[in-house]
Nanobody, 129 residues
Framework: QVQLVESGGGSVQAGGSLRLSCTTWGYSFTPSCMGWFRQAPGKEREEVAGIGEDGTTSYADSVKGRVTIFWDNAKITLYLEMNNLKPEDTAMYYC???????????????????????WGQGTQVTVSS
């Protein structure tokens, strides 16, 4: 069974950095897409970044240029490197896996949250001003 466990969240001041990790196991082939999502209190869950099976990446406009998504060499741990953090980045961050057969872009797949059946428990990021 596919399992995902996030770590690396914490409390930082604006302008600081964090690296989130998502350790994965239980699948026999690489997901078609891995994504990072976030949900702030009182707001809907939103996509942050995604990486396709071929390494293609996609980022939300709100984090573009400040965030990088990447795998380790073994494709066991997924990372989200976040720099120049802002108070509006405060949220619970989740990683998720999709095995959908998808002919569109990574960005388009990220918006289809229902195609990500496997989710971690989340890690909290809090950015103070």
């Amino acid at each position: 069974q596919v399992q995902l466990v996030e770590s690396g969240g914490g409390s930082v001041q604006a302008g600081g950095s964090l690296r989130l990790s998502c350790t994965t196991w239980g699948y026999s082939f690489t997901p078609s897409c891995m994504g990072w999502f976030r949900q702030a209190p009182g707001k809907e869950r939103e996509e942050v970044a995604g990486i396709g099976e071929d390494g293609t990446t996609s980022y939300a406009d709100s984090v573009k240029g400040r965030v990088t998504i990447f795998w380790d060499n073994a494709k066991i741990t997924l990372y989200l490197e976040m720099n120049n953090l802002k108070p509006e980045d405060t949220a619970m961050y989740y990683c998720a896996a999709s095995f959908a057969v998808w002919g569109g872009s990574v960005g388009e797949l990220l918006r289809r949250h229902e195609l990500f059946p496997y989710w971690g428990q989340g890690t909290q990021v809090t950015v103070s001003s």
